[in-house]
Every structure is written in C-alpha cells, then in structure tokens.
C-alpha cells in the first residue's frame, strides 16, 4: 500500500493564496455560500441581505473608481511628460547636500513601470518626480544674466568645445534660445553644461 505524501499547511505568517485581494465576486459568492448553509428556521431577514448586497456593491464600485483612478494618472504622466520639452528645469539637491541636476528638456523615455524619465541637453536623465521648478526657455534664460555659464561651442561642427563666460543677454532664433556671453560668444541654452555665480 502506497503512502500520499503529506503536504504543510501555510503558516499563520504565510498567506493560504498568492493574492490576498478580495473582489466583489469573492463577497458574493461568500454571500451565496452563508444562505445555502443558513439555518431554515431562522433565516437571514431581508434587511441583513440588502445590507450585504449593497455593501458588495460599494466594494465593487471602489474597485473600479480605483482602476480608473490609476488609468487617469498613468494618462496624466504621459500626457504631461512631453510638454516639458524646451523648459529648463532645476531638480531637488541630493540627499548628500549636493544641487540637483539642472538643464533644457531634449527628451522623454518611460521606463518599465511607465514612469516618465526626463533627458537633458546636458545628457543627465532625470525622474520626473525630482523636479523643482520648471521654466520656459526665455525667463530661463533671462534668469541667467550676471551668471557664469559654462557649455559647449557648436559654432564648428568639427571641433566642438567647452566655452564659458558671463551672460550678457540673450536672443531667440528659430526658436533656438542663444545666450550672449562676454566674451563674444554665443552659446545655445541646451548646450549649458554648468551655472555658477
């Protein structure tokens, strides 16, 4: 004669089931379950059983306001991610002190969770969530007179190399903001590297 094998039953501290979510089809088929087994000479009284079915209901109609909940913002971030491209955005300082990262939105990635990550001219990629402020090219760039700049000189696309200089005022080209350093230089605004001052 064979022996089955024994199996542990969960412990108290392991759940029975992987999810320990319980649905409005879990309630209801709980409810089904307690008036199959309900003793015939006392039976639940009517009040009791819409008490039950209306709370059934409140629990599906949460369930369902929090998956629209969660839709809309995962819209929201998609939607909002992208307008940022072309503002200058300064993020919170680090946990050590230091500042945070600052420059030009270039770009826009999502990652697995479909969390939007921020690109800067700068080539930092920042979490949207870090930001501290956001600002349109033109007041970032109005921000910057009397500040130290530093970034990169693409006026020869066959040397690129690190200018810097005060900033003495600033145009806009073609949508392009170019800031006036003074040293005689222009650099674009997406090309900033680094502020000081």
Partial sequence: MEI???TAAPSPTQPATDSLELGSDDFLQLLVTQLTNQD???PTSNEDLLRQLSAIRDIDLSTSL?????TLIGNERFSAAPSLIGSFI???PTSEGEPGASGVVIGVQYNDDGNAILE???GETVPLGDIQSIKTAEH????????TVSGLDRSDPDELKEISG???GFK????????ELDTGQQIDLADILGVTG
Avoid: F, Q
Avoid at 140 to 147: D, K, S
Avoid at 172 to 179: A, F, G, M, V
């Fill in 4 to 6: 089955p094998e024994l």
């Fill in 40 to 42: 015939p000479l006392e």
């Fill in 66 to 70: 929090a998956d629209s909940l969660k």
């Fill in 90 to 92: 300064n993020t919170k």
């Fill in 120 to 122: 800067l001219a700068t």
């Fill in 140 to 147: 970032a760039a109005e921000a910057l007179i009397g500040r």
């Fill in 166 to 168: 005060v900033v003495t």
């Fill in 172 to 179: 806009n080209e073609d949508n392009r903001i170019k800031l």
